[in-house]
């Protein structure tokens, strides 16, 4: 997974700054992969140190206790008002080992505009050899006043090509990584956690698209489970029961006895509006719906569409 992070373009170019000594005071990185953008910024705070594999500071900036290198907030926690306040008060503060000290800021689309404004100026003119390196998975949270003060790295999904090379390191001889990376949307935590379980995800999916009872269905389904690798599967479901549906099997990622199944139910109608509907339901989870009752909706109305596409039929 470092491997697969390294090729990324925010890496690159901070370790292209570092070597030309020509850092920006303030970088913003955009990457969609949410699970893993700790893990990139910690890569690029790596490079931004000229820190080597196997080097102390690597090791310290990994574990995230190197004294010049400041990571905000814990890991799974936001931004706030105290928080901001300390970061403020920390930049004042000279550097103990470089002469560079870097401020990390995780999750920055989660910090409110309170403490975007209180961070501003700091980020905006940071005192003498601090730096900043912000990390959030959309620009659109992120205040129009910060964005004009930093340099904004976006980084694209991932190929399906790269997602599945990457998991075949991690889990060599695993089945199922040709679709897991075909469904994940160039994300490499989707990717995983649908190759996780057995492909519990896609099965999942496909018992959504066909129980009698999906109250009964959504009801079981948890706060806990990975909605956006839910989605994930659901989307690869319906675009290959769409493929088998209009006679085009061989390029099915999926051909089991589940999706033929969703095909012969579903006509090829139905199957394309249940994929903008499922579009739909995601941006909804994304904006904080309720997962059972968003499935739920969408559970009602792929039936509907079915039952519309059949009449026309």
């Not at 700091?122 to 205040?143: C, D, K, Q, W």
Request: aromatic share 8%.
């Amino acid at each position: 997974m470092i491997q697969l992070l390294r090729e990324t373009n925010a890496y690159k170019r901070m370790a292209a700054d570092a070597e030309r000594g020509e850092q920006s005071h303030a970088t913003l990185v955009l990457f969609p992969d949410e699970k893993l953008l700790r893990a990139l910024l910690k890569e690029c705070a790596k490079a931004f140190f000229a820190a080597a594999d196997g080097s102390r500071a690597a090791r310290l900036i990994g574990e995230e206790h190197f004294s010049d290198c400041l990571i905000f907030p814990e890991a799974g926690g936001k931004l706030n008002a105290e928080l901001g306040g300390r970061i403020i008060d920390e930049s004042i503060l000279r550097p103990v080992e470089e002469s560079k000290k870097l401020f990390v800021l995780d999750a920055f689309h989660l910090a409110t505009p309170l403490v975007q404004n209180k961070l501003l100026k700091v980020i905006e003119e940071p005192p003498a050899g601090v730096y900043f390196l912000l990390g959030a998975t959309s620009e659109h949270p992120v205040l129009p006043t910060i964005l004009s003060r930093v340099s904004k790295i976006a980084v694209p999904p991932f190929s399906e090509e790269r997602v599945a090379a990457a998991l075949a390191r991690e889990h060599a001889g695993a089945a199922g990584i040709g679709e897991a990376a075909a469904a994940s949307g160039g994300l490499y935590s989707v990717a995983e956690s649908l190759l996780l379980d057995g492909g519990r995800e896609f099965r999942l999916a496909e018992e959504f698209l066909l129980t009698d009872e999906p109250e009964k269905f959504c009801r079981a389904l948890s706060d806990k489970d990975d909605k956006r690798a839910f989605f994930a599967a659901l989307m690869q479901v319906l675009r290959d029961a769409m493929m088998l549906a209009n006679g085009q099997a061989q390029f099915a990622k999926r051909r089991g006895e589940g999706t033929v199944r969703i095909a012969n139910i579903y006509p090829a109608g139905a199957l394309a509006r249940a994929v903008e509907l499922t579009q739909g339901a995601e941006r909804e989870i994304g904006f904080n719906a309720n997962f059972q009752q968003c499935a739920l909706a969408l559970a009602v109305a792929t039936r509907k569409e079915r039952e519309i596409w059949k009449r026309l039929s």
